[in-house]
């Protein structure tokens, strides 16, 4: 069995300025904030982020979470999402021009990666016709309803996240965790794992896991709960 | 302002019938489930990925896993089922919601609804809100039926549309509104206002249905 097993540093090695990164969760809930952080200290520049939202800004009492990492370590020039209300750094980037944005609805965004993934040239969506999502997009006519062509997002590197993997990357993620790390997982060319816990293989009834350690290139063990 | 949320959020909650897959969105149209009529059960959905959404988690007893659609901790359900994004979103836009209860900034004669984007305001995103007004077979605009005295409801919305022909009902501290072919149509009037006064803070025309009924909530 190959060993999948990495540091959060060993796994962004070939991590490269300019590249197409996917990062999991919502509002950074389901994101492995381990991998940003080891992604914030390789410093990588330029980096297009493709995520539900620009995750959150630091606080007074805590730092910066998930995309919200990447964003106010400056890293990010592109960033593809549904919803950056919540950051105000990214709000600020678009204002000031270092930060590209472009808004996809959360569901065109979520089956566009699992078209990237699942081998599709695309997905035809009724979601957004006649509105600025619309926009640079064929509209196709099917049995006389209008539908938007949304083309596939692929990636770089997938950073995702899990509650449970075992060493050959089988995992689940808890509760509202999952988000986009299930269609995440297929999208990329190089697929981190972040989890929590690390179990041997056999140790948890196979049945356990929702998504299979065949799309994951590399885990890192070592997440923890967000402490409030 | 407090009370008229709370009329409003009364009003729609009698349009939920036994059964109903909902989605509600953040802030008024949350306050809905508090208001549910006896002996109507209704699954809420969150988008970012379950049914069996339930209220605020209490300070202290968070679970960190557990968040809404506006990053609030939240509880759940017994009944609950949690599922990933693409799945989240099969269930909104492939018309498995019975209804979804948004707010508005306009809504048109037309249906068409405008609520995620202000020309150069900062831009939020537009989220959920697209695919929810799209796939939930019925459509709820729970708002103020004013800005501050500037129309929301109009013959045709100014601001960039979320989507087209989607909406079926508004409902305002001052009335119920049904969206026709033929336009808006006033089904029920609050008895704090006069046809008049309805009519006057509406920037379309208002068909006022023959059965014209008074707006009741408790």
């Known amino acids: ?228 | 302002m407090a009370d008229i949320k709370h009329r409003i959020a009364k009003r729609v909650a009698q349009e939920f019938k036994d059964g109903y897959v909902a989605n509600l969105g953040i802030g008024l149209p949350t306050l809905v489930s508090n208001y549910l009529p006896e002996g109507v059960d209704v699954i809420l959905q969150s988008e970012n990925g379950f049914t069996g959404i339930s209220g605020a988690a209490e300070p202290g007893k968070e679970d960190v896993d557990v968040i809404n659609a506006g990053a609030g901790y939240v509880t759940y359900e017994k009944r609950a089922c949690f599922f990933d994004s693409a799945l989240s979103f099969a269930i909104i836009r492939g018309g498995h919601l019975d209804a979804t209860v948004l707010g508005a900034m306009e809504v048109d004669e037309k249906g068409n609804l405008a609520n995620w984007i202000v020309p150069g305001k900062m831009v939020a995103g537009m989220g959920g809100a697209m695919d929810l007004v799209t796939g939930a077979k019925k459509v709820i605009i729970a708002m103020q039926h004013t800005q501050k005295g500037a129309h929301k409801i109009l013959k045709e919305c100014t601001l960039p549309y979320t989507a087209l022909n989607v909406v079926d009902l508004i409902v305002t501290e001052m009335g119920v509104m049904e969206v026709t072919e033929d336009g808006i149509v006033l089904k029920e009037l609050h008895p704090d206002f006069s046809l008049d006064d309805i009519k006057a803070a509406t920037g379309c025309e208002l068909i006022i249905s023959k059965d014209l009924k008074p707006m009741e909530v408790e």
Not at chain 1, 14 to 25: A, F, H, P, R, S
Not at chain 1, 82 to 108: A, F, R, W, Y
């Open chain 1, 1 to 228: 069995m190959v060993d999948k097993i990495k540091t959060a540093d060993e796994a962004v090695k070939d991590l490269k300025d300019g590249m197409t990164i996917m990062v999991g969760g919502f509002m950074a809930c389901g994101s492995p904030e381990n991998l940003m952080d080891a992604i914030v200290r390789k410093g990588v520049k330029n980096l297009t982020v493709i995520g539900n939202d620009g995750g959150m800004p630091p606080t007074e009492n805590s730092s910066a979470r998930g995309i919200g990492k990447l964003v106010a370590a400056g890293l990010v020039s592109r960033l593809i999402a549904s919803h950056v209300g919540l950051n105000p750094q990214v709000g600020e980037g678009m204002m000031c021009g270092k930060l590209g944005c472009d808004l996809i609805p959360q569901g065109t965004l979520a089956e566009a990666i699992r078209a990237g993934g699942a081998g599709l040239g695309g997905i035809l969506t009724p979601t957004g016709v006649g509105t600025i999502a619309a926009e640079g997009r064929e509209i196709i006519e099917v049995d006389g309803k209008k539908y938007i062509l949304e083309k596939p997002l692929k990636a770089d590197f997938a950073f995702i996240r899990a509650t449970h993997a075992d060493k050959f990357g089988n995992f689940m993620s808890a509760k509202s965790t999952k988000t986009f790390n299930y269609v995440m997982a297929m999208a990329a060319e190089t697929v981190v794992l972040g989890t929590e816990q690390l179990h041997e293989v056999g140790e948890l009834d196979a049945d356990l896991y929702h998504m299979p350690g065949t799309f994951v290139t590399y885990i890192v063990g070592g997440e923890i709960k967000w402490q409030i």
